[in-house]
């Protein structure tokens, strides 16, 4: 009996320190440093957009940097594209849901035509 006691002593120690351990983490507040960007914050822009050309009927398929509020037409027009454009010509070209982040920090616009 005196066995059974010291198990059921032992058990119940470890229990507890147990669900103890479990409410540690709880207790302390979580890390916020370094995680948060204020809202409203903006990239620099020299108002150069960086646009890629591909598909078929372009004659001159790669990156463009152009000045921001070239046309659709203007660039399709650089790239040799010799099709029907699926833009508006006249329309400027926008970073919209286009633009892509990419490694070097620099937002690129890609077109596939």
């Not at 204020?38 to 620099?44: E, S, V, W």
């Not at 020299?46 to 037409?73: I, K, M, R």
Request: no cysteine; aromatic share 10%; proline share 10%.
């Amino acid at each position: 009996m005196r066995a059974g006691l010291v198990k059921f002593i032992a058990g119940a120690a470890a229990l507890i320190l147990a669900g103890g351990a479990a409410l540690l983490p709880v207790l302390v507040p979580p890390r916020t440093d370094g995680l948060a960007v204020p809202a409203g914050q903006t990239a620099p822009f020299d108002g150069t957009l960086y646009v890629s050309v591909q598909g078929e009927g372009v004659a001159f398929p790669g990156s463009y940097a152009v000045p921001y509020g070239t046309t659709y037409g203007e660039l399709f027009a650089l790239a040799g594209f010799a099709g029907e454009s699926p833009y508006p010509p006249e329309a400027p070209v926008r970073m919209g849901q286009d633009a892509v982040l990419g490694r070097d920090g620099i937002w690129r616009v890609y077109i596939v035509v």
